[in-house]
């Protein structure tokens, strides 16, 4: 058995009803489930579903489902509890305010605070702008790319380029695949200049001096004459694919011609 009490709600648009259901019998006896209708007739079971119906028409912050009243109060308990609720402020919420600088965790008997720094321009303590424009790069990955090669669809490796007289590889075991490699990733990922390694002492002991920003291999010259050499080979290779293109037209075209000669002679 379950009793229905249906009653206006003040705190919503005029028009919805509140219905509260109060169990009579079994185990759960006494409870009671609180639904509201809209002027339309429409059911709704949960806070959630309420708000997401009435959008930006009423707020249902303070608002208590099972009593349909407004409780300012309870909002502020809500507010009071997320501000010192852990998973909250894991999902963004406001953090601790608490500036003690850390404690470095080593096996030392004697406290090493952690340096803080900020790239924060108005700090006036200590302002590391490299650390906020640069990220770290790890010495000689180059040799990551070592051994891989380029196929074709039909699993056939292609062959690879030959690099220019004046491109000498710098640093340990790194040969001319690796090279090659390297420079391509440098036009690719990098808006600066492709020079090489332009110290001298890079060469003498690369783990140290080497330039991470620039590609393992000694400062080369782009002269005008390796210039005019590459657009030669550019104008070559234009003029054979447009050859290869012309008689490949050609070539279907011929078919064409054929095929219709032999289908108005059948």
């Known amino acids: 058995m379950m009793e229905r009490k249906r009653t206006d709600c003040p705190a919503l648009p005029p028009g919805w009803k509140k219905e509260e259901v109060i169990r009579k019998s079994g185990l759960s006896a006494g409870k009671s489930d609180v639904y509201y209708y809209s002027p339309s007739g429409k059911k709704f079971r949960s806070k959630p579903q309420l708000s997401r119906y009435l959008g ?5 912050g303070c608002f208590d489902f099972r009593t349909g009243k407004m409780m300012p ?7 009071q509890r997320l501000r010192h609720d852990p998973l909250s402020l894991a999902k963004g919420g406001k953090p601790d305010l608490n500036t003690a600088l850390p ?5 030392s008997i004697f406290k090493q605070p952690v340096t803080k720094v900020t790239s924060h321009p108005g700090n006036k303590v200590k ?3 490299q650390r906020a424009t640069e990220q770290p790069r790890q010495l000689f990955w180059e040799k990551r790319l070592k051994g891989l090669r380029s196929s074709d ?3 056939e490796v292609l062959r690879t380029m030959d690099l220019p007289k004046g491109l000498q ?6 040969s001319d695949d690796t090279l090659l490699s390297a420079i391509a990733s440098a036009l690719h990922m990098s808006s600066s200049p492709i020079t090489g390694q332009t110290s001298v002492a890079a060469e003498k002991n690369p783990a140290i001096w080497l330039n991470t920003s620039q590609p393992l291999c000694k400062a080369f010259t782009v002269t005008d004459e390796h ?4 657009e030669l080979k550019v104008y070559q290779a234009r003029r054979s694919l447009e050859e ?10 011929a078919e064409n011609n054929r095929e219709l000669l032999e289908w108005k002679t059948a």
């Open 56 to 60: 930006n028409t009423v707020d249902l």
């Open 73 to 79: 109060g309870k909002l502020q308990k809500n507010k």
């Open 103 to 107: 404690i470095r965790q080593t096996a």
């Open 127 to 129: 302002t590391d702008l």
């Open 153 to 155: 669809v039909t699993e």
């Open 169 to 174: 590889s710098v640093g340990p075991d790194s």
């Open 227 to 230: 210039i005019r050499e590459q």
């Open 244 to 253: 290869a293109l012309m008689a490949d037209g050609l070539a279907r075209a």
